[in-house]
């Protein structure tokens, strides 16, 4: 079983910045894509953010140049860096992982585990 754990939402201000930390029990395939998903009320989940164990990434154009995607090996944890944030960001965050996918995706039916998720308001 795969645990996620997600963990810095909060209130920020538009034009302000968040970091997303998802911490991830130890995974045994070889290859596997974290992805980041937010879901705002009354709207269908997204992807925002997904990194491939080689790194790679891919962001769709609501986010591209906004959000970040890392990961950091020894800890199993991915981060989600957001920088000026817009009012329309404001969602719970999501956390999720695919063990049976080498390239990057967003294609949420693919995810095999996910998180509780965070909320993230982004208010004046």
């Known amino acids: 079983q795969v645990q996620l754990v997600e963990s810095g939402g909060g209130l920020v201000r538009p034009g302000g910045s968040l970091r997303l930390s998802c911490a991830a029990s130890?995974?045994?395939?070889?290859?596997?894509?974290m992805g980041w998903f937010r879901q705002a009320p009354g709207k269908a989940r997204e992807g925002v953010a997904c990194i491939s164990i080689d790194g790679s990434t891919y962001y769709p154009d609501s986010v591209a140049g906004r959000f970040t995607i890392s990961r950091d090996y020894a800890t199993n944890t991915v981060y989600l860096q957001m920088n000026s944030l817009k009012p329309e960001d404001t969602a719970v965050y999501y956390c999720a992982a695919d063990l049976h996918t080498a390239a990057p995706h967003i294609r949420e039916v693919l995810y095999d585990y996910w998180g509780q998720g965070t909320q993230v308001t982004v208010s004046s």
């Open positions: 130890r995974f045994t395939e070889d290859e596997y894509v």
